[in-house]
């Protein structure tokens, strides 16, 4: 009687140890606003927030969905990225997608502090990751 157990339970110490590799780091495997060390905790009234700065700062290149089909992206030649699709941002940490608003790139206009503190930016990154869920 005893015997089956042992294989059982070292089985399953087996199982336990082995899945977290198989995965790769957990910090590089991670998805969602954890990934890259936010240090904002999103509430509703921080995120009614987010969602009103982002559709005057940013929806009318990345749309009110993130999906990035705009008139303007399409009138300025731009490709955006879809972040309707979670896969998207999955790659990037939130301290990439922190860089990326704060200072700019190529014709995506810098949120300058005076529009958005810092907490806010922490925010905007968390919105706009959930068009991916
Ligand atoms: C004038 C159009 C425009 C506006 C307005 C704009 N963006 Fe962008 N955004 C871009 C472009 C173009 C890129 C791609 C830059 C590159 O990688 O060359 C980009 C890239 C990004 C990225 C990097 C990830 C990705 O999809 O490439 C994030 C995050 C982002 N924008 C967030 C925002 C937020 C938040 C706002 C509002 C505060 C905003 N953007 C406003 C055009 C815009």
């Known amino acids: 009687m005893l015997k089956p157990f042992l294989l059982l339970s070292a089985t399953i110490l087996f199982a336990m140890t082995a899945l977290p590799a198989l995965g790769g780091t957990p910090q590089a495997s991670a998805p969602g606003p954890a990934a890259g060390g936010n240090p904002v905790k999103p509430t ?21 969905n993130g999906n990035g089909k705009t008139d303007l992206a399409t009138s300025m ?18 301290k990439d997608l922190f860089d990326v608003i704060r200072k700019g ?29």
């Open 77 to 94: 030649g731009l490709t955006l990225e879809d972040w309707s699709d979670a896969k998207t941002l999955a790659g990037k940490s939130d």
């Open 105 to 133: 790139k190529d014709k995506m206009p810098p949120e300058v502090e005076g529009r958005a503190k810092d907490d806010m930016v922490w925010n905007l990154i968390i919105y706009i990751r959930a068009f991916g869920k």
């Open 44 to 64: 509703a009234d921080s995120q009614a927030k987010a969602k009103s700065l982002y559709q005057i700062d940013c929806a009318m290149c990345h749309g009110d």
